[in-house]
C-alpha cells in the first residue's frame, strides 16, 4: 500500500507538470465516458487505470467515468475500476469473434484507452494480422461513435522466459504502429500512439517479464496521463440527447480497493477458478475471490490441486508457491483487503493442459 501512495504522488507530480492542457467542460452535465481496452495487463488488475484515475482527479479532471462490462478489481486504493481488460485474450481473437460491438453498445465510450496484443504477440500472431484486427476495431469504435478518441500503446515489452522470440515480435509491432495509427485517423475521429515501451526495463517493471509490477503501473499512468488530458480537451461537451450513463459511478463502485471499518460477522470467502487462455504444451489461468462473508476481511490464502501434472510457471497478482501438484496462493499488499461480496483476481502461466480444479479459500 506505501508504494502504491508513492505512485500516486509521482503520477501527481506529473499532473503538475502539464498545467499547460486545457481542462474539459467542468459544468457538463453527462461525464466523458473513457473505455480501457485490453488483456490482464489492463484487467487483472490493471493497477495502472487506479494510478491514472487518481492522477485525473487532482488534476481537475473530475467529470470523466471509466467504463467497461468488466467490474472493479482491487487495488488497494479507491478509484473507479470499471474497464475492458480481458485475462488472455487476443485481439486478433476479439475483433474475429465480433466481441467489441457488444462491449461499446453496454458502455457508449468517448475515448478509448487500447493496450493490446501482448497475448498476439506471445501466440506468434504477425504483424500484419494484429494491425488488421485493430483496424476493425477502430471501425467498431467509429460506428458506436463518429467521434470516437483512440489512444493505442505501444505495447509494453513482452519478454517472458519462455519466449525468447517474444521481445523481437514486440519491436516489429510496435514500430509498424505508427504508420498504421497515421494511415487510419481523421480528423473526427483521431488516433494517438503512446509509447508505453521507450523506459521500460522488463527486470524492474515486471515480476515476470510481462505483467507490470509496481514500478510498471506507475509508468504506465505517466505515459496515459499526457495524451489522455489531451483528448479529454477535445471532446465536444455532451448534449441532453446522448445515450444515459448506466456505468457505476465511483461513489457506487465495488472496487474491493475501498478500505471497509470492521464489523461483526463471519470473515469468509470463495474462489473460482477458470482457464483464460490455451495453447499446445501451456496455458494461462485466473483464479477470482469473493469475501462471501458479512465483515471485511484482510487477507486470503487460495490452495488447489492439479490432476494431470500441470506446473505454474509465473504469476502475477499474488504470491504462489507450488509443492507437487498443489499451488497455495497469497494476496499481493494491495489486494487482501476485501468488503463483503467485493471479488480480487490473480494470474498465472502454467505448462501443461489445465482441468478446472476447485479452489478452496481461507479469509481473516
Request: with cysteine; net charge neutral.
Amino acid at each position: 500500500m506505501r508504494r502504491l501512495v508513492v505512485a500516486i504522488a509521482a503520477v501527481v507530480a506529473a499532473a503538475a507538470a502539464t498545467v499547460f492542457m486545457a481542462l474539459p467542460n467542468a459544468s457538463a452535465a453527462t461525464p466523458v465516458r473513457i473505455m480501457p481496452l485490453g488483456d490482464s495487463i489492463t484487467g487483472n488488475p490493471g493497477c495502472w487505470r487506479a494510478l491514472l484515475w487518481q492522477a485525473l482527479q487532482n488534476g481537475g479532471y473530475t467529470n470523466i467515468d471509466f467504463v467497461g462490462t468488466q467490474p472493479p478489481q482491487g487495488c488497494g486504493i479507491a478509484y473507479d475500476g470499471d474497464g475492458e481488460g480481458h485475462g488472455g485474450a487476443l485481439v486478433t481473437d476479439v475483433a474475429n469473434q465480433n466481441l467489441l460491438p457488444g462491449w461499446l453498445s453496454a458502455t457508449h465510450p468517448d475515448i478509448v484507452l487500447m493496450h493490446f496484443g501482448t497475448n498476439d504477440v506471445w501466440s506468434n500472431r504477425s504483424t500484419d494480422t494484429i494491425l488488421a484486427a485493430y483496424s476493425k476495431l477502430v471501425d467498431q469504435m467509429r460506428a458506436s461513435n463518429p467521434a470516437m478518441r483512440i489512444l493505442v500503446a505501444q505495447i509494453i515489452p513482452v519478454d517472458p522466459p519462455s519466449c525468447p522470440e517474444c521481445a523481437a515480435r514486440t519491436v516489429a509491432l510496435n514500430n509498424a504502429i505508427p504508420g498504421w495509427a497515421a494511415g487510419r485517423t481523421t480528423a473526427a475521429s483521431p488516433i494517438t500512439v503512446v509509447d508505453q515501451w521507450t523506459g521500460w526495463v522488463s527486470a524492474t517493471d515486471t515480476g515476470d517479464g510481462v505483467h507490470p509490477n509496481d514500478s510498471g503501473i506507475r509508468k504506465m499512468a505517466d505515459k496515459w496521463y499526457p495524451p489522455l488530458t489531451r483528448a479529454l480537451g477535445s471532446v465536444p461537451s455532451p448534449s441532453a440527447s446522448s445515450t444515459p450513463n448506466t456505468s457505476p459511478s465511483p461513489s457506487r463502485s465495488a472496487s474491493p480497493s475501498a478500505s471497509p471499518s470492521p464489523s461483526n460477522g463471519t470473515a469468509t470467502c470463495t474462489a473460482t477458478y477458470k482457464v483464460v487462455g490455451q495453447w499446445p504444451g501451456g496455458f494461462q489461468g485466473e483464479v477470482t475471490v469473493r469475501n462471501s462473508g458479512s465483515r471485511a476481511i484482510t487477507a486470503w490464502t487460495t490452495r488447489f490441486t492439479f490432476t494431470a501434472g500441470e506446473q505454474v510457471q509465473q504469476s502475477w497478482g499474488t504470491t504462489l508457491t507450488q509443492s507437487g501438484a498443489t499451488v497455495t496462493a497469497v494476496n499481493a499488499p494491495w489486494n487482501g483487503t476485501l468488503a463483503p461480496g467485493a471479488t480480487a483476481s490473480y494470474g498465472f502461466i502454467g505448462s501443461g493442459t489445465s482441468g478446472t480444479p476447485g479452489v478452496i479459500c481461507t479469509g481473516s
